[in-house]
């Protein structure tokens, strides 16, 4: 039968999600010469819990821990190049600010998703095997949308019943970066749940922030940092 398209090629790695774990392994991969990577993800583009990004709230560590600045300086990846590029490196400066804004993360993070190579948005992953025969990993994947990439080593496997693109291509190494999903506590999900029931996960605060504000009576349930950002 021969050897299956793209096996004589595979991926060094394949990442799985891409979150702030992955963006950063797959931002720290491409300054190594040689390394061939590729990351999916579902979703269309990268957003970091928007419901979240209250104005004001910071994230907890300085800006240094970034996405690569810790462990390449030189990277064209750190957020002081983020700066540079929107020409506010002289304003970060001079206000003497460690901690930055979640939003201003965020929008750090998308800089760089948009700009990475090797980033594959709207690619659900639907399986992944290990081949005994070519000990690779085999990874099949749905294109849910926008145009066509260039990701590596795919193989195309016709379409699915709603005429989306299906893909498969070859690792050997695979990095789960799928995140977590929002946990509400059991007795509280047939609230959550309920239409019009004033109930909800703290992932979707943004979205409900002006009727909240306007009942006049909240209480918030967990003293996280998401907790106390919701409070305050």
Do not use: M
Request: hydrophobic share 40%.
């Amino acid at each position: 039968a021969g050897t299956a398209p793209g096996v004589d090629r595979p991926l060094d790695l394949a990442g799985i999600g891409i979150g702030p774990f992955n963006l950063s392994l797959a931002a720290l991969a491409h300054g190594v010469p040689a390394l061939r990577t590729a990351c999916y993800e579902q979703r269309p583009a990268f957003h970091w819990h928007p419901g979240l990004l209250i104005d004001g709230a910071t994230i907890q560590v300085p800006f240094l821990a970034d996405l690569v600045t810790l462990a390449d300086p030189g990277s064209p990846w750190t957020f002081l190049q983020y700066l540079k590029a929107h020409e506010r490196l002289f304003p970060f400066y001079v206000a003497e600010r460690f901690h930055i804004e979640r939003a201003e993360y965020d929008a750090y993070c998308r800089w760089v998703s948009e700009q990475l190579p090797g980033l594959h948005f709207d690619h659900r992953v639907d399986a992944v095997r290990w081949d005994h025969e070519y000990e690779l990993f085999e990874i099949d994947f749905t294109r849910l949308g926008g145009p066509a990439d260039d990701a590596p080593a795919p193989r195309p496997t016709g379409a699915d019943e709603d005429g989306r693109a299906l893909g498969r291509a070859y690792a050997r190494n695979i990095v789960l970066g799928v995140g977590t999903e929002p946990y509400v506590p059991e007795p509280l999900r047939p609230l959550a749940d309920a239409p019009n029931v004033p109930v909800l996960h703290s992932c979707d605060y943004l979205e409900h922030r002006e009727r909240l504000l306007a009942t006049g009576h909240v209480t918030v349930v967990g003293s996280g940092q998401s907790g106390a950002e919701v409070f305050l």
